[in-house]
């Protein structure tokens, strides 16, 4: 045997042993926890949030067991992965746990909406507990979940306008297909009577 070939196959070996070891490392140093993302909203320089007592930066991973709590002029929005996202006013405080298909919590301040989720998100408020769904508001002290705002008073009515410009438009179409119309890109030859 060439002692190239030898040092090439060293090589390979040497490299496979590396690789091996890098990624069980990695797939061993992971614990299984689901972890989540806070977002600050907010545009005054003051704005803070505290995660579990220390200020947060938008972009900071958490936990469940966390306890989230936003000052009087900023807000948080928090991505749970599958679990959901939740949204948390000013003045807010929210004990939050999570895993990949559920969000509970405890409410002791402000208001939580739910802006997307797997299941009902449980909450904890100071006159009980209640189950909110998507687009569904919990206040500290309310007894029932509330509908989250629309963006605007005409928002809705653009299904109304929709509806009636599709048929409008379905109309002209099957009106020009039982006339025969040919002005609407049909491609039949005609011939003329006359030569």
């Not at 003045?91 to 509970?104: A, G, P, R, W």
């Not at 509330?146 to 605007?152: I, R």
Request: hydrophobic content about 40%; proline content about 3%.
């Amino acid at each position: 045997m060439n002692s190239k070939h030898w040092i090439r196959y060293a090589l390979v070996m040497c490299l496979t042993v590396a690789i091996f070891a890098t990624y069980s490392m990695v797939a061993l140093a992971y614990d299984g926890k689901t972890t989540g993302e806070i977002l600050i909203t907010g545009n005054d320089e003051g704005s803070s949030v505290t995660v579990n007592g220390e200020v947060a930066k938008s972009g900071r991973t958490i936990f469940s067991s966390s306890t989230i709590a936003t000052s009087q002029t900023s807000g948080a929005v928090l991505n749970l992965g599958k679990a959901g996202r939740i949204e948390l006013t000013p003045n807010t405080t929210f004990s939050l746990s999570f895993d990949d298909s559920s969000i509970t919590g405890d409410l002791s301040a402000g208001s939580v909406t739910v802006l997307g989720a797997a299941h009902p998100v449980g909450v904890k408020t100071l006159s009980g507990e209640v189950k909110l769904g998507v687009g569904e508001t919990a206040t500290a002290n309310a007894t029932a979940p509330s509908k989250a705002p629309t963006a605007g008073a005409s928002s809705g009515n653009w299904g109304w306008w929709a509806l009636v410009v599709g048929g409008a438009i379905a109309v002209i179409v099957i009106t020009a297909a039982q006339n025969g119309d040919n002005r609407f890109g049909s491609t039949a030859t005609q011939i003329s009577p006359t030569l």
